[in-house]
């Protein structure tokens, strides 16, 4: 009884700091949101997620596409990056598919800014590809 209590408290606990660390993504400093994307990274290659980020998928969705436009180098490779892992959890079914085509536009936007940085590019590329094999319905 108290060790599954425990694991519940453990669950929530984790939950409470991915919803801190997602909230993050929307803050005004740049250091703040790479440190949440980081640890969104950590979180979402290390744990099955698909239930709660499933609840979760349009905030995080938006928060991604803000740091992807409005972020610089580092932000936006982290943000390339959490995205692919976003897509897996994702999986192929629809809610994997929707998250793909709302951003496959933005991926591509900037993987062709030969103003964004080569890691940026680099990580948008490896998110088209990752998100394209997993998510895309169209053989297209």
Known sequence: GSEAA??????????????????NLLDKSAKT?????????????????SEFLLERRLTLTDSLEKCLKKGKGEEQALAGTVLTLLCLQMGSGLEGEELFHSLKPLLVSVLTDSTASPGA????????????YIAAAELE
């Open 6 to 23: 425990g694991d519940q408290g453990q669950e929530e606990e984790a939950e409470n700091r991915l919803k801190d660390h997602m909230d």
């Open 33 to 49: 949101r790479q440190v949440a994307l980081q640890s969104l990274r950590l979180a979402f290659s290390s744990k099955t997620l």
């Open 121 to 132: 590019r680099q990580s948008c590329a490896t998110a088209l590809g990752m998100c394209c």
